[in-house]
């Protein structure tokens, strides 16, 4: 048994590229396992909190009236909610143009063991009705006409 015959030794580098390369996938998921974000809806963090040191998205509905800017002007307060609980959450920066009461939004963060959702980032959504602010006053038959008249950027 001095040599494989050449149809073997093609056999065995299968073999271990193919361990090789789940060797590989199996490293690259436990490389990332922390930092994949989980999204949830306020009604599910209610039910079961994510450790605060998972990085979670929270989506849902800014809450009428619960909107508040802190003292030193950058920290903002405020509620996201699903028809069946709210989550308070605290974020400290620029505020997406899109985002208001009322309107939809996905916020990136740690939910923190007080029960405050901390968010590092937030995207701000639109229903599929969404008009740019520009246009807000007009009728619908004007929308048309202004758009074509506008200049292409």
Do not use: C
């Amino acid at each position: 048994m001095s040599a494989l015959k050449a149809k073997h030794q093609r056999l065995v580098l299968v073999v271990i590229a193919l361990v090789a390369l789940v060797g590989a996938g199996l490293l690259a998921a436990w490389a990332l396992r922390n930092q994949a974000n989980y999204f949830y809806t306020p009604s599910q963090i209610a039910a079961e909190r994510p450790s605060p040191t998972q990085a979670v998205r929270l989506g849902g509905m800014v809450q009428q009236g619960s909107l508040e800017t802190q003292a030193d002007g950058v920290t903002v307060v405020f509620e996201v909610g699903d028809g069946e609980a709210n989550v308070p959450v605290r974020f400290a920066g620029i505020l997406p143009d899109l985002f208001v009461e009322g309107s939809g939004v996905v916020a990136e963060g740690t939910y923190q063991p007080d029960g405050t959702f901390l968010a590092d980032n937030l995207l701000a959504k639109h229903d599929e009705n969404y008009v740019p602010r520009e246009l807000q006053d007009m009728q619908g038959h004007q929308t048309p006409e202004t758009l074509e008249e506008a200049p292409a950027t």
